[in-house]
């Protein structure tokens, strides 16, 4: 009996070590611990054992069972081993590769001039607002001083809604919503999109963006306009910009001007950029209309205000020497990869 565990104990051994997978250990397992395995078949065959005897064949099996199953067990952990090993190196990554460089987004050169243009005014503490780019007849033109059958209707070739309402043409109508509000003084700007039924050319779009301004206050003068303009030009295009200031008509301003500014390219001495004069028109401008005043609830007997309205693309055009604004809107990454 001793003989035939031992005999056992040596196939499981030699099996087990020329096993070589899980799959077949398994098989192993069965053949020598299960119901009808070769160990389980000596324990039923006690019977022929003398009594006496029983008790130490009882141990030897119990031994060699105990045996096969460190062995099984040793041997699956080993391949568990190899298994994690073979995984980790399959799934290495090698660090040291480059990477693929993901394409990035950048900001428009429209964002970038008008952020540049809201930075300035917010440090002189101004507000940053915004009104709606559809809008009422009477914001856009009634509350500004241009009545029904005004010429400036006309100039400004307006997309209509319906009777009362249109896609605003200018930024100047936020002036009107932030004076009915009834809270002085007012220091703000709002930038925003504008829409006339314009043909695309290098320098016209259906659609384009302002930036308006317009301060309220007690004795609020022309000098305050001039000196804040300069300021924001100087600060836009150059310590050493110069200003120039036309007279002009808008209906909802009086006086009414328009700003140069010198050219920063030449500085004034007159070349291509500014077609020779040594001047760029940058933006309208004036003393609030009293009649505007009024019609927002503001007495002009108490109050004065200036306003002005710069064209962003404008701005962006010149400050990044781009000589067609329709590159503004193509969205060609190859272009807009350049800012
Ligand atoms: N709204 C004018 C336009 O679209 C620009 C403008 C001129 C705005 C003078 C102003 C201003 O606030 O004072 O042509």
Redesign the pocket.
Known sequence: MKEKLKGIVESAVAQISESDGMDRLNEIRVSFLGKKGELTSVLKSMKEVAPEERPLVGQLVNDARAEIEALLEGKKAAFAKKLREEQIRKETIDVTLPAKKPMMGRPHPNTIALEEIENIFIGMGYEVVEGPDVEYDYYNFEALNIPANHPAKDE?DTFYVNSNIVLRT?T?PT?VREMEKGKLPIRMIAPGRVFRSDEVDATHSPSFH?V??LVIDKNITLADLKGTLAEFAKALFGEETKVKFRPHH?P??EP?AEMDVSCFKCGGKGCRFCKGSGWIEIL???MVHPHVLEMSGIDPEEYTGF???VGLERVALLKYEIDDMRLLYENDVRFLKQF
Do not use: K, N
Request: net charge negative; hydrophobic share 25%; aromatic share 18%.
């Open positions: 400004q200018q100047s002036q302002q308006e301004g808008f909802f301003t009414s309208g401008c004036g306003a002005f309205g």
